[in-house]
């Protein structure tokens, strides 16, 4: 099979949310011979980065693409990665859940699956996620970003928000080794609101917080 051509084909399948159809089309291309690390690096991250483009040029784009175009991602890299011909590196760790107080929990699976499919390990720590739960987890797996969730003014502002994890980080001398990154509706309506919360940067959708997130483990990794 033409790897332009699958790429294509799964691309639609992709915009139109059709996750049956794209995966189909993801196990049709291995069995007709195309590598799993082709179809991963090939197929899957460019219309990851192709959402992502669209979304710059349309804020107000699907969410049900956002979330459709995350979740086949990571099911589809999951299901490729077992055949790699080597192991691939892992670019990094991360430990993701909504803050304390908020239960919403979609824009957190779709980041976790924009992540998984960049080869960032995702540790899921769940909703209503108190500080001291972040930073342990961070610690306990090495992770070099904590992504934290807010759908609420109220938790993302909150003391048990952002601000707990910070000040957490201060207190252990975790700083150095540890980025905050956050996102959700309320920092959409307020650019600056990640600086009030002493974030180090936000994400303005599930898409674009991986490339936010990827940037961060670099930085991590830099300094």
Wanted: glycine share 8%; net charge negative; aromatic share 4%.
């Amino acid at each position: 099979m033409d790897i332009l051509e699958i790429l294509r084909d799964y691309q639609e399948a992709v915009f139109d949310t059709d996750g049956e159809r794209a995966l189909a089309l993801i196990d049709q291309a291995y069995e007709s011979g195309v590598s799993a690390e082709d179809i991963v690096f090939r197929i899957v991250i460019p219309t990851i980065e192709k959402m992502m483009a669209a979304i710059n040029r349309d804020p107000d784009a699907n969410l049900a693409q956002h979330f459709m175009t995350a979740q086949i991602a990571a099911t589809a890299t999951e299901r490729m990665l077992s055949r790699f011909r080597q192991p691939p590196a892992s670019q990094g760790t991360v430990v993701i859940g909504t803050a304390a107080g908020d239960l919403h929990s979609l824009g957190k699976r779709i980041v976790s699956g924009c992540l998984k499919s960049l080869m960032i390990e995702v540790i899921d720590a769940g909703v209503n996620v108190a500080p001291a739960r972040f930073v342990e987890a961070a610690v306990e797996h090495g992770a070099q970003v904590i992504a934290i969730s807010s759908m609420m003014v109220h938790t993302a502002r909150g003391d048990n928000g952002c601000l707990g994890v910070r000040r957490l980080l201060q207190e252990r001398g975790l700083e150095d080794r540890i980025r905050l990154v956050v996102g959700g509706a309320p920092y959409r309506f307020d650019g600056e609101l990640y600086r009030t919360v002493q974030a180090d940067a936000w994400a303005e959708d599930g898409i674009t917080a991986g490339r936010v997130i990827l940037d961060l483990i670099h930085e991590v990794e830099r300094s």
